[in-house]
């Protein structure tokens, strides 16, 4: 019994170690011990014996098991590790499942599809479907522990036995239950506890603590490297930015910038360039707009010619890419994806000539973007169908916004007295025909106050 009362007193520790660095913790729920009455009719109903160890940890520690963590945001994970986000183990003997049964069932979808089912005995499953299972067709008392990849439909050997997979699982922070997760600890006889990448783990695993703003503001790269892994750039993090070298940070950004691929990874790093360095970081922007520049995907090429570039020259740039990639043909989305950083009236005098129907697919949210005026909602209503539907989505969306966020910022210049808008509302709302139309001024109509 002694090794159940070490598995507990370790899942207790990981825990404590997630809790007290604000990961997000579940505490473990443990099933009643299993009779041996039990373990033989469930035996009997898969029709095969249950490996040794698993009826040891059934009958001396519980017949279920749930345990899940994920570290805080904020805690940093070594770059070599990132994929690991989580840790997980679960059992329960209600969910025992002979994979034959599954396998004749998911045939269907193919001829060899599942076959490698065949012959195991699933006791867990992952949250994105894959299986946890016993190797029933090797001859022992004790079962190898598989996993099952559902999408490949291959089998990886895990552990030798039930008992041997909760030491080397616990023994490595009993990490997320997903393969992606294990897969730096995986070799041929399955997981592997002792190597060079499974003791650098452990190391980390056994010393890590959240980090915190403040812990990283004395460093450069130390704060960039903060700031990118959380993909959050607050004000605070631009105020201790701002007092290091400008062309030191270019630098390093450049360099980091350099490495990741893809607009995501990409984005949070431009984000720092716009708003921490500006029109400092102009020479460069420009650069990316000559002949033959695929630096950036363009959607980041327009947030940093937003932040890094004077108004007029910049929307002149991102203008004409617009027109001529697109034939004059824009979509919203796209147009608000390139446009929506400036937030320029001078986008809704461009917007006016380009826009589409449907509206609410970006065009919407771009004129709340583009600092609409109560002289713009004026116009607008007197244009096209498109652009009267426009504001009106628009004003809905304005409500919403307010009523869900207390710092939203737009505001609208130069409204009328309320009654005058009021009156404004009502008569739009007389001319609409369309249901869709018209819930949407009622619901601004009552919530004028929030104009106000």
């Known amino acids: 019994m002694n090794d159940i009362t070490y598995l507990l007193l370790k899942w207790d520790q990981i825990l404590q170690r997630l809790k007290n660095n604000n990961g997000v913790v579940h505490h473990i729920e443990i ?4 009779s041996i009455q039990e373990i033989e009719a469930k035996e009997k109903e898969l029709g095969y014996q249950l490996p040794e160890s698993f009826k040891y940890i059934l009958k001396n520690l519980g017949t ?26 679960n059992w329960n003997i209600d969910f025992l499942q002979n994979l034959d049964l599954l396998a004749d069932e998911l045939m269907e979808d193919g ?91 452990k190391d980390w695993f056994e010393s890590f603590s959240e980090t915190t703003l403040n812990d990283v503001r004395n ?83 327009s947030f940093l010619t937003s932040m890094c570039i004077n108004r007029a020259t910049g929307l002149s740039l991102v203008f004409n890419f617009l027109e001529q990639q697109s034939n004059k043909k824009i979509t919203g989305y796209e147009a608000l994806s390139h446009l929506g950083d400036f937030h320029s009236s001078d986008v809704i005098l461009w917007m006016e000539e380009h826009i589409q129907f449907p509206v609410t697919e970006g065009w919407d949210e771009l ?42 910022q737009p505001v609208i210049s130069d409204l009328p007295t309320k009654s005058n808008f009021l009156d404004f509302l009502v008569k739009l709302r007389s001319k609409q025909v369309l249901k869709r139309r018209i819930l949407p001024l009622d619901n601004v109509i009552q919530n004028i106050n929030i104009f106000y």
């Open 64 to 89: 279920s098991l749930s345990f899940y963590y994920s570290f805080s945001e904020d805690t940093i994970i070594p770059s070599e590790f990132n994929q690991i986000s989580s840790g997980e183990i």
């Open 219 to 301: 460093s450069m790269k130390q704060l960039i490297d903060f700031t990118v892994y959380r993909e959050r750039l607050d004000e605070k993090s631009i105020e201790f930015l701002g007092k290091f070298n400008r062309k030191n940070i270019f630098d390093y950004l450049l360099v980091e910038l350099d490495k990741k691929e893809g607009y995501i990874k990409q984005k949070i790093i431009c984000e720092v360039i716009g708003r921490v360095l500006g029109n400092d970081a102009e020479s460069w922007v420009r650069s990316l707009w000559e002949a033959n520049q695929d630096i950036l995907d363009p959607r980041l090429r």
């Open 111 to 201: 001829e060899d599809y599942a076959v490698t089912l065949r012959g195991k005995l699933e006791f867990s499953h992952t949250g994105n479907g894959d299986i946890y299972a016993f190797d029933m067709s090797v001859e022992s008392d004790e079962k190898p522990v598989i996993y099952w990849d559902h999408e490949e439909d291959t089998v990886t050997y895990i552990a030798e036995s039930f008992i041997d997979y909760l030491f080397k699982i616990t023994e490595l922070g009993c990490i997320g239950s997903e393969k992606w997760q294990l897969e730096y600890f995986l070799i041929e006889s399955g997981l592997d506890t002792t190597s060079p990448v499974a003791a650098k783990w």
């Open 31 to 34: 099933g009643k011990k299993a």
């Open 367 to 408: 004129f709340i973007s583009s600092n609409f005026s109560w002289k713009e909602i004026e116009r607008w209503t007197s244009l096209e169908e498109k652009h009267e539907v426009t504001v009106i989505h628009a004003l809905e969306n304005y409500v919403q916004e307010k009523v869900a966020t207390n710092n939203f």
